[in-house]
């Protein structure tokens, strides 16, 4: 009986808000009151009622795409999983309940086959009338990315793609992007190497890009001008992380 209550209130929920973030919420909550988690999660409850619908959005969209840009590179480090429990209890005030409704509402969106994509369309859906949200939500993503110490290329293309989502203007995602990633951070990035590299791994990553996007290489193979352009931006970009590392290390 008492898990047949779980499915059917989760199910109630995951109709009511509707979308990916509907589908995800149902099945955390299902889960949540299988085990008699629910009881006190005063975040989350009633959550039919209207007033309270963009809030529970919020929580599970936010950690639905959490869970989708920590996974994006194949690995999830300590350092980002901390940064996650900070979020839950220095920004968002979660007590311990709110927090496990949180894990479980993170682990069914990385059972999901919805994108991070698919969670940003459904944020902006239901805060798009409040700007100081969507900016709020691309700072935290950025945050999470760069927790363990750099931000990868992988990463900022998922934030840009919720940065464009919500309609965020080029100027302020940089300004965010500014407060969380240094030069010598997205020199690694670049360079699609990590602090942790060693020197030798450093030179033969950037030997091996500086290859591909070479001006004389691209050029020799007639392809449209705005690629050769953009081949041409790459290399500079390769060139320049290349010198501030090996500056910072002194090789």
Same mark, same amino acid.
């Given at each position: 009986?008492?898990?047949w209550?779980?499915?059917?209130?989760?199910? =109630?929920?995951?109709?009511?808000?509707?979308?990916?973030?509907? =589908?995800?919420?149902?099945?955390?909550?299902?889960?949540?009151?299988?085990?008699?988690?629910?009881?006190?999660?005063?975040?989350?409850?009633?959550?039919?009622?209207?007033?309270?619908?963009?809030?529970?959005?919020?929580y599970?969209?936010?950690?639905?795409?959490?869970?989708?840009?920590?996974? &994006?590179?194949?690995?999830?480090?300590q350092?980002?999983?901390?940064? &996650?429990?900070?979020?839950? &209890?220095?920004?968002? /005030?979660?007590?311990?309940?709110?927090?496990?409704?949180a894990?479980?509402?993170?682990?069914?969106?990385?059972?999901?086959?919805?994108?991070?994509?698919?969670?940003?369309?459904?944020?902006?859906?239901?805060?798009?009338?409040?700007?100081?949200?969507?900016?709020?939500?691309?700072?935290v993503?950025?945050?999470?990315?760069?927790?363990?110490?750099?931000?990868?290329?992988?990463?900022?293309?998922?934030?840009?793609?919720?940065? =464009?989502?919500?309609?965020?203007?080029d100027?302020?995602y940089?300004? &965010?992007?500014?407060?969380?990633?240094?030069?010598?951070?997205?020199?690694?990035?670049?360079l699609?190497? /990590?602090?942790?590299?060693?020197?030798?791994?450093?030179?033969?990553?950037?030997?091996?890009?500086? =290859?591909?996007?070479?001006?004389?290489?691209?050029?020799?193979? /007639?392809l449209?001008?705005?690629?050769?352009?953009?081949?041409?931006?790459?290399?500079? /970009?390769?060139?320049?992380?290349?010198?501030?590392?090996?500056?910072?290390?002194?090789?």
């Amino acid at each position: 009986m008492k898990k047949w209550v779980g499915k059917f209130i989760g199910g =109630a929920v995951g109709l009511a808000v509707g979308g990916p973030v509907g =589908a995800v919420a149902g099945a955390a909550l299902g889960h949540a009151c299988d085990e008699g988690c629910v009881p006190g999660l005063r975040d989350y409850e009633p959550l039919l009622s209207r007033d309270n619908k963009t809030r529970f959005v919020f929580y599970t969209a936010t950690f639905s795409m959490l869970a989708k840009l920590v996974h &994006i590179d194949g690995r999830v480090s300590q350092e980002e999983i901390d940064a &996650i429990e900070d979020f839950m &209890i220095r920004d968002l /005030e979660l007590n311990t309940e709110s927090r496990n409704l949180a894990v479980k509402v993170y682990r069914s969106a990385l059972q999901s086959e919805k994108s991070f994509q698919d969670f940003a369309v459904s944020y902006y859906r239901h805060l798009h009338a409040r700007p100081q949200m969507l900016e709020f939500m691309i700072d935290v993503l950025m945050r999470i990315a760069v927790a363990d110490g750099s931000l990868k290329e992988c990463e900022e293309k998922l934030i840009r793609s919720a940065a =464009a989502i919500f309609n965020v203007s080029d100027d302020a995602y940089r300004a &965010i992007r500014a407060k969380h990633v240094s030069p010598l951070d997205q020199a690694y990035a670049v360079l699609e190497s /990590e602090p942790r590299d060693s020197s030798e791994t450093i030179k033969q990553k950037y030997r091996r890009l500086a =290859a591909d996007y070479h001006p004389d290489k691209i050029a020799s193979k /007639e392809l449209p001008e705005a690629f050769v352009q953009f081949a041409q931006d790459k290399f500079r /970009e390769i060139q320049s992380a290349y010198e501030t590392i090996r500056h910072e290390r002194g090789f």
